[in-house]
């Protein structure tokens, strides 16, 4: 089974710094198969990006995914007051077929 | 618009059942994959069953065996019924959609609580 570790676990950041989230997975991911989810307290989460580096519809494009094999990473280039929340990478395996979570990375306002 | 809206979530006793449902909307139910995922306070998310157009279901081995995902299509519904709960089960259970392309939720419930306690 395919773990996932995301660091760091909190990130501390003013409006319109520059946030940049790691993902990494305990054996090779296909690209295709790294998603990345935004929750805010009290909210579903909600898709940002899949296939790695691919925005969902209507993600703004201060947001962007990059990375394979391992290492993915998640880049709010500049951010905004509504982009504080937790961020969970999620893959799929297919041997057996399952869908595993990262634990998540806090951007809070510093 | 799609929507996802979950019920029959409460306070349960530990050894016992509950069945959750999720009503869809807002597109071509039985064409979808089928999720549920859950989320106990202040941890990260979980993934719990899963049910392919054809029927088939899958299962990690935190719940093979206490829980069965199922769906009616005629209905829009997708069900998760669930058995021998534990404490540990305690949740918000989210419905969710797999693309129709790749394996990533593009729409999500939003949720419904259970807990199991005595």
């Known amino acids: 089974e395919i773990v996932l570790t995301q660091s760091p676990g909190t990130l501390s950041l003013s409006p319109g710094e520059r946030a940049t989230l790691s993902c990494r997975a305990s054996q090779s991911v296909s690209s295709s198969y790294l998603a990345w989810y935004q929750q805010k307290p009290g909210q579903a989460p909600r898709l940002l990006i899949y296939?790695?580096?691919s925005r969902a519809t209507g993600i703004p494009d201060r947001f962007s995914g990059s990375g394979s094999g391992t290492d993915f990473t998640l880049t709010i280039s500049r951010l905004e007051p509504e982009d504080f929340a937790v961020y969970y990478c999620q893959q799929y395996g297919s041997s057996p077929a399952s869908f595993t979570f990262g634990p998540g990375t806090k951007v809070d306002i510093k | 618009e799609v929507q996802l809206v979950e019920s029959g979530g409460g306070l349960v006793q530990p050894g016992g059942s509950l069945r959750l449902s999720c009503a869809a909307s807002g597109f071509t139910f039985s064409s979808y994959d089928m999720h549920w995922v859950r989320q106990a306070t202040g941890k990260g998310l979980e993934w719990v069953s899963a049910?392919?157009?054809?029927?088939?279901?899958y299962y990690p081995g935190s719940v093979k065996g206490r829980f069965t995902i199922s769906r009616e299509n005629a209905k829009n519904s997708l069900y998760l019924q669930m058995n021998s709960l534990r404490a540990g089960d305690t949740a918000v259970y989210y419905c969710?959609?797999?693309?129709?392309?790749?394996?990533?939720?593009?729409?999500w419930g939003q949720g419904t609580l259970v807990t199991v306690s005595s």
């Open positions: 969710a959609r797999l693309s129709g392309d790749e394996y990533y939720f593009d729409y």
């Open positions: 296939g790695a580096s």
């Open positions: 049910i392919g157009t054809a029927g088939d279901t």
